[in-house]
């Protein structure tokens, strides 16, 4: 089982940037495929961004593409989200986890909230 600790979130004014950290523990993270996800204050929880084990690969929700880069660090056991040009409808709780997400790895996020 991976355990995953998100960190980074914050209060922003719309257009700034924010980095977002999830440290994971256990032997199969270099090996294993890491998503963010986000939910927004009454809504489902949806996907944001992915990346393949080797950071080779990643992927995005449309409304982030461009502004939003997912990066990986296996040495460090740690996947990161960069997030740029911040709007008010990205304020949200953001989790990582495995990619296809499991059910028992979800932490307790980090909370971004952005303003107007």
């Known amino acids: 089982q991976v355990q995953l600790v998100e960190s980074g979130g914050g209060f922003v004014q719309a257009g700034g940037p924010l980095r977002l950290s999830c440290a994971a523990s256990?032997?199969?993270?270099?090996?294993?495929?890491m998503g963010w996800f986000r939910q927004a204050p009454g809504k489902y929880r949806e996907f944001v961004a992915a990346?393949?084990?080797?950071?080779?690969?990643?992927l995005y929700t449309n409304s982030v593409k461009g502004r939003f880069t997912i990066s990986r660090n296996n040495a460090k056991n740690t996947v990161y989200l960069q997030m740029n040009s911040l709007k008010p409808e990205d304020t949200a709780v953001f989790y990582c986890?495995?990619?296809?997400?499991?059910?028992?790895?979800w932490g307790k996020g980090t909370l971004v909230t952005v303003s107007s």
């Open positions: 990346i393949n084990w080797n950071g080779d690969n990643t």
């Open positions: 986890n495995l990619d296809p997400p499991r059910m028992d790895s």
């Open positions: 256990g032997r199969t993270f270099s090996s294993t495929n």
